[in-house]
């Protein structure tokens, strides 16, 4: 196959993957403009259509889809042989592709790669925050990271941070104006500060336990976000209670900005752990990044 015929079928795998020409454009380094003709130009010599654009949405059609499960496995492998040559570097080099989720990210994941980026500058790594299951595999990254329950059982899991307690917390004007609950089922009453999960579409039930008793309450209010800072900024302005984790919240109880309730309910949160494919092989920047972040009690 001649040249441009293969960069051609790394544009349309990059398209096919991120499901818009704007996000392949920008990975692949080139402009829209000269993606598009890229396609175009390998449509045309096959004689199908690989894809479907609307003015909204870019998506496979049938032969496109066929194309990608076809070809898809082996551009794998060829960037997986290229990324294992770099244990024959002097220092491990390449790009990782890590999702996580916010509170991990700021706690665990940003301290650690302080340090180790410092120590190998050949190292990139590109973090994208999500509450949802994402697929690592079909959405291309190279690891997750997520709280142990929610690991698949054919993954590899690390765990990289202790458990941890969650608190509702409210400020103290919001306190001015509303009593504390005594129980979980009084929330039903307070203004929540709500965090939306992108999976199933639907808000977050706060978890509570006490001696042996477990709960969920559906928190109900005015706003509704998908980030915790934003709950937590929400929360310091008095909006409502907020279901945050302790660290999160921690200077902010010890200056009295915030006041916790119902602490003898409060649940503890299994750690984070890093994911990856059992099938596939660990890279040496993978390993460092697993080694770095790894949990030590």
């Not at 301290?111 to 690592?136: A, C, F």
Request: net charge positive; proline share 5%.
């Amino acid at each position: 196959m001649v040249r441009h015929n293969r960069e051609d079928l790394v544009s349309f795998l990059a398209v096919a993957r991120e499901q818009s020409f704007t996000r392949a454009a920008a990975m692949l380094g080139i402009s829209q403009p000269a993606l598009s003709a890229k396609i175009t130009a390998l449509e045309a010599r096959l004689g199908v259509r690989l894809l479907t654009r609307t003015t909204r949405s870019v998506s496979t059609t049938e032969a496109g889809e066929r194309l990608v499960q076809t070809i898809g496995p082996h551009f794998d492998a060829i960037d997986a042989g290229l990324a294992a040559l770099s244990e024959l570097r002097d220092k491990p080099a390449g790009r990782l592709r890590i999702t996580s989720v916010e509170h991990a990210s700021q706690t665990l994941l940003l301290p650690t790669l302080r340090k180790l980026l410092l120590q190998y500058p050949d190292i990139s790594v590109e973090i994208v925050n999500d509450y949802g299951l994402t697929d690592i595999v079909a959405d291309r990254f190279d690891a997750g990271i997520r709280l142990g329950e929610q690991v698949a059982q054919d993954m590899i899991a690390v765990r990289i941070g202790p458990d941890f307690e969650q608190v509702v917390v409210g400020a103290p004007s919001y306190f001015r104006k509303h009593s504390k609950p005594s129980t979980p089922r009084e929330l039903t009453a307070h203004s929540c500060i709500a965090l939306r999960l992108p999976t199933s579409g639907g808000l977050w039930s706060w978890p509570f336990e006490r001696k042996g008793r477990t709960l969920k309450v559906r928190p109900d209010g005015k706003v509704v976000f998908n980030t915790i800072s934003l709950a937590l900024d929400a929360a310091l302005c008095g909006l409502g209670l907020a279901y945050l984790p302790e660290d999160v919240v921690r200077s902010h109880l010890n200056r009295g900005r915030l006041v916790p309730v119902l602490a003898d309910w409060s649940t503890r949160m299994s750690g984070y752990h890093l994911y990856y494919p059992s099938r596939r092989q660990q890279t040496p920047a993978l390993g460092l990044m697993v080694n770095a972040l790894r949990h030590r009690s």
